[in-house]
């Protein structure tokens, strides 16, 4: 606390060279990416940060989906490569354990679905039988058809906690509970934000606020909040399931300590963030039919989320019209995978200019 007043306090005084508004873990990221080239950076959040759609997230590294739109598959390729360096730097500066697992993914399909997914992803070969990877399924009716991919899955909550303290680490300022009400203009560029308690004062500000990204600048920025259901549940031993598994009605995540994630839920429901017993339900016992031991779990809790989604299902990345106004949100199902690539290119477009990825399918004019 003793950081957040002091930014406060001396707001007045004291510039920076970027502002980031949002501290999930795409505006954590990139303030880190920001702070690499020598930029003096503050994150600007509404509440506690992290605690938004990086908390609530799952953590699956899926970047060869079905349900990837085809514009972003290379950007989705390229951040799931980056990830292991990506943690390995959060681990190092932040002193957090980050649970980065590579045991892969179960992933059951149609026959059909095995086909499309062929035409844009190489499938891995089966390391084992089914009933040698994943004992557990061994009592259900196992679907007609899955296959196995080589994808990771990491603990979202220890991945933000790590980022947190990194980016404090390297001097990042944050100032959290602080609801930023607009972008400062001068002579048509950006001069910083005004906030519902001051403002601050930066040539450069980065919206990176998520489902609440187009509330408060002139920009429209149409991200929605896409509202998320899941629950965790813990046996008794460890490494019940060992493979993320995806089926069409319910996925498992496991976790190192012996958690298991079960979601999850894709609904309208604007800003609410109230669980429903029976959605709960629902999915609880999708679990069971598919792993029957789970039936033994202690069920640990459940929540829900709100996931930035956009009309395209795409990500909204770049500069917009206005000279040191940028925008990193809208990654939907991809908050937690798109973070190394997503700091990597927004970093180059804020400082050179040149990201060595092509982003304009995600630039804010398309809309």
Request: a neutral charge; proline letters at 6%; charged letters at 20%.
């Amino acid at each position: 606390m003793r950081q957040v007043r002091a930014v406060f306090y001396n707001a007045k005084v004291k510039t920076w060279d970027v502002i980031v508004v949002g501290g999930g873990i795409i505006g954590l990221s990139l303030s880190i990416g920001l702070h690499k080239r020598g930029l003096r950076v503050l994150v600007v959040e509404r509440g506690e940060p992290g605690r938004e759609a990086s908390h609530a997230a799952a953590g699956m590294l899926a970047d060869c989906t079905i349900e990837t739109p085809a514009a972003l598959q290379v950007l989705a390729a390229a951040s799931a490569r980056m990830y292991p360096e990506f943690v390995h730097e959060l681990q190092d500066e932040s002193g957090v354990k980050v649970d980065l697992r590579d045991d892969g993914t179960l992933l059951f399909v149609s026959p059909e679905q095995v086909s499309e997914l062929s035409e844009f992803c190489a499938q891995d070969p089966l390391p084992a039988t089914l009933a040698d990877l994943e004992p557990a399924l061994a009592e259900m009716k196992v679907p007609a058809a899955f296959v196995y991919l080589k994808e990771r899955s990491v603990d979202p909550r220890a991945l933000v906690t790590a980022a947190l303290r990194a980016a404090k680490h390297r001097g990042v300022d944050i100032s959290s509970g602080t609801t930023v009400t607009g972008v400062l203009l001068a002579g048509g560029r950006v001069t910083g934000i005004s906030t519902d308690r001051t403002h601050y004062s930066a040539p450069c500000v980065v919206n990176c606020a998520g489902a609440w990204a187009g509330s408060f600048s002139k920009h429209h920025f149409p991200t929605r909040p896409v509202k998320g259901q899941m629950l965790a549940v813990a046996c008794a031993r460890h490494e019940v399931v060992r493979h993320v598994i995806r089926t069409p009605e319910v996925y498992l995540v496991p976790r190192s300590d012996g958690r298991i994630l079960i979601g999850s839920t894709l609904e309208e429901a604007g800003y609410d963030k109230r669980t429903d017993a029976d959605t709960i339900h629902r999915m609880h016992q999708a679990a069971i039919r598919l792993v029957p031991a789970l039936g033994q779990a202690r069920v640990l809790e459940d929540w829900a989320g709100l996931r930035p989604g956009t009309p395209d299902n795409l990500p909204i990345l770049g500069a917009t019209s206005t000279p040191g106004y940028f925008v990193a949100t809208g990654h939907f199902r991809d908050g937690i995978l798109l973070p190394p690539v997503t700091a990597h290119v927004m970093a180059q477009v804020i400082t050179d200019g040149q990201p060595d990825y092509d982003i304009s399918a995600f630039s804010p004019a398309r809309f």
